[in-house]
């Protein structure tokens, strides 16, 4: 199995990125996703997470309003559209796969490089 995010970079206070997510070797079809994050000496946190059937969508209060997860399953994509970036977005940004819904990361089960998103104020 393998996640690769792409996306990240360095944007201004109040702007926008989109990251993306493509994953291999399993049934993306049958598997939630979800994105976390983790800043420089701080913890890895959730962000948000989509479920692999009728789509449910779930965010961090920190980015509820201002982040869009959405998924393609004919692609095997999952994205993260991201807008009024703020200083506190920076962090490495990473996938993840899991085989049931959910916002806590030891249950996810497979897990992508991360992609580095800075924001400057």
């Known amino acids: 199995v393998q996640l690769q995010a792409s996306g990240g970079g360095l944007v201004q206070a109040g702007g926008s990125l989109r990251l993306s997510c493509v994953a291999s070797?399993?049934?993306?079809?049958?598997?939630?996703m979800g994105w976390f994050r983790q800043a420089p000496g701080k913890d890895r946190e959730f962000v948000a997470a989509?479920?692999?059937?009728?789509?449910?969508?779930y965010y961090a209060d920190s980015v509820k309003g201002r982040f869009t997860i959405s998924r393609d399953n004919a692609k095997n994509l999952v994205y993260l559209q991201m807008n009024s970036l703020k200083p506190a977005d920076t962090a490495v940004y990473s996938c993840?796969?899991?085989?049931?819904?959910?916002?806590?990361?030891?249950?996810?089960?497979?897990w992508g490089q991360g992609t580095l998103v800075t924001v400057s104020s």
């Open positions: 993840a796969a899991s085989y049931i819904t959910t916002t806590s990361d030891f249950e996810y089960h497979y």
């Open positions: 070797g399993l049934s993306f079809r049958s598997v939630a």
């Open positions: 989509i479920s692999s059937g009728v789509v449910s969508t």
